[in-house]
């Protein structure tokens, strides 16, 4: 969804650099959310924000932060980024039923 | 907890012949399922959804899904496919009616040949 926007498209870092990255919209929903995507395992949540103020866990929440800078930017962030952390990211926005995904981005840890 | 299961890590068939492809869920209360797909090197773009009403819901590209509450399933149908429909393809439940938040299945690829 064109509507939704994810920088950068694809990152390479190595371990133990801080990373982040952005996600933007232009939807005007008020919750989003970011998901890993690893293979055979569908999506997972990782953190959600329904306002500016509001940012909650998601199931695998561990060794990630998020940041809600505006309505329309959420940003996640791995402080201390490892390989296991290598996925494809996605960030989501929502009504009040349906989800609109970025085009993701590609994480590789070294 | 609610659940979502896809059987099918793939599914082929051939171009121009009908496709399903599976979805079993397990919820609490009713449940609100999603139909997602993935194509290469994109993101996830939505299809279709059932809330509530007709148990066949038609969505994008001529994809529809039958949800029928005695099986607990929420199939993805298409009555003729195309080599184009190959992708990755996901069933999702909303976990809360809160929250929004979606439980994924592990997700089903689609193989059309011609």
């Known amino acids: 969804d064109a509507d939704v926007t994810q920088t950068p498209r694809n990152r390479i870092t190595k371990t133990g650099k801080r990373i982040m990255l952005e996600c933007s919209q232009t939807?005007?929903?008020?919750?989003m959310y970011w998901y890993r995507q690893d293979p055979g395992l569908g999506l997972r949540l990782i953190y959600y924000?329904?306002?500016?103020?509001?940012?909650n866990k998601g199931e695998i929440s561990d060794g990630y932060s998020v940041s809600r800078q505006a309505q329309a930017k959420f940003s996640l962030s791995l402080e201390s980024a490892i390989p296991n952390q290598t996925a494809l990211y996605f960030c989501?926005?929502?009504?009040?039923?349906?989800?609109?995904f970025g085009p993701g981005t590609r994480l590789t840890v070294l | 907890a609610q659940s979502v299961a896809q059987p099918e890590d793939q599914v082929n068939v051939a171009e121009g012949n009908p496709l399903t492809v599976k979805c079993t869920y397990s919820?609490?209360?009713?449940?609100?399922l999603f139909w997602y797909v993935q194509y290469p090197n994109r993101g996830l773009q939505f299809l279709l959804k059932?809330?509530?009403?007709?148990?066949l819901v038609k969505g994008s590209y001529g994809f529809e899904a039958e949800f029928n509450k005695s099986q607990t399933s929420f199939h993805l149908k298409k009555p003729s496919a195309l080599v184009s429909d190959s992708a990755l393809y996901f069933c999702?439940?909303?976990?809360?009616?809160?929250?929004?938040?979606?439980?994924f299945g592990q997700g089903t690829t689609l193989q059309v040949k011609p």
């Open positions: 924000s329904f306002d500016v103020k509001d940012i």
């Open positions: 999702a439940v909303r976990d809360d009616r809160n929250t929004g938040k979606l439980i």
């Open positions: 919820v609490s209360g009713n449940p609100y």
């Open positions: 989501a926005t929502s009504n009040s039923h349906t989800q609109y």
């Open positions: 939807k005007g929903h008020d919750r």
């Open positions: 059932y809330i509530t009403g007709d148990n």
